[in-house]
C-alpha cells in the first residue's frame, strides 16, 4: 500500500475530493497506513472490507500529515466523524475541505482568472513592472504565481520575453480602461456633476 509525498500545492489543487487529515504523523508512516485501517475497520468505519489503499503524505510547519482520500473506500461517514471527533487530541483529525480552508485559505483553482494590472504608463524598466504585477498577485491571494512570475522574469533573457511572462499573470491594463478593455475616449466636452 502506497504513500506517496505530496506538496502543498498538490494538496490545494483536490477541490471537489475529501478525505481525513491525521497531524503530527511521527515515525514509519506505513504503520500509520496499516493501524488506521485496523483501527477503523475494528470500530465498524471500513465497511465490507474496504480500506485505505493509498494514502498522502505532506509536510507543513515541520509537521508530518497524512491524507488518507476517500474515494475507492465504503465507510460510516456517522462512525467516522464520531470517531474523528473523539480522537481529535490524539490525532488532531479534520477534513480534508475544512484544513485547506482553514489553513490556506482555500483551493487553488486550475481556471484561476488573472487579475487587471495597470502597468500601461508606468516607468517601463522591468523590475518596476515585475515589482507592480507581484504586487498586484499578492493581493489577489496569488502568492506563488507571484513568486513563480518572478523567478521566470529573473531567468528570462530578454525584455520583451520578461513582458510575456506578465501579461500570462496578468491583464495588462492601462489607467483608464472599462472593464472590456476599452480606454474611455474625450469626446471633447466637459462632463457637468
Known amino acids: ?10 494538496l490545494r489543487r483536490m ?7 491525521l497531524q503530527g504523523c511521527g515515525g514509519d508512516l506505513q504503520e500509520w497506513l496499516d493501524g488506521v485501517n485496523e483501527m477503523l475497520t475494528k470500530d465498524g468505519i471500513l465497511l465490507n472490507g474496504s480500506k485505505f489503499e493509498i494514502a498522502y503524505s505532506f509536510k507543513k510547519d515541520e509537521l508530518t500529515n497524512l491524507l488518507y482520500p476517500f474515494e475507492n ?4 461517514m456517522g462512525r467516522l ?12 483529525g479534520t477534513w480534508l475541505s475544512d484544513y ?5 485559505g482555500g483551493y487553488i483553482s486550475e481556471e484561476k482568472q488573472k487579475p487587471n494590472c495597470e502597468l500601461i504608463g508606468q516607468d517601463g524598466n522591468i523590475f518596476n513592472l515585475m515589482g507592480i504585477a507581484s504586487r498586484t498577485l499578492r493581493r ?20 520583451y520575453s ?3 511572462i506578465i501579461g500570462e499573470y496578468v ?23
Not at 1 to 10: F, G, Q, R, S, V
Request: aromatic fraction near 10%; glycine fraction near 8%.
Open 81 to 92: 466523524a464520531t470517531w474523528r471527533l473523539s480522537t481529535h487530541s490524539q490525532f488532531y
Open 73 to 76: 473506500v465504503e465507510l460510516d
Open 162 to 164: 520578461a513582458l510575456n
Open 140 to 159: 489577489n491571494g496569488m502568492a506563488d504565481e507571484a513568486k513563480e512570475m518572478c523567478d521566470r522574469i529573473t531567468h528570462s533573457d530578454s525584455y
Open 15 to 21: 477541490e471537489g475530493k475529501e478525505g481525513l487529515i
Open 171 to 193: 491583464n495588462i491594463t492601462g489607467p483608464e480602461e472599462d472593464e472590456y478593455g476599452d480606454e474611455d475616449e474625450d469626446f471633447g466636452y466637459e462632463q457637468s456633476m
Open 1 to 10: 500500500m502506497p504513500i506517496k509525498e505530496i506538496t502543498i500545492d498538490e
Open 100 to 104: 485547506v480552508i482553514h489553513s490556506f
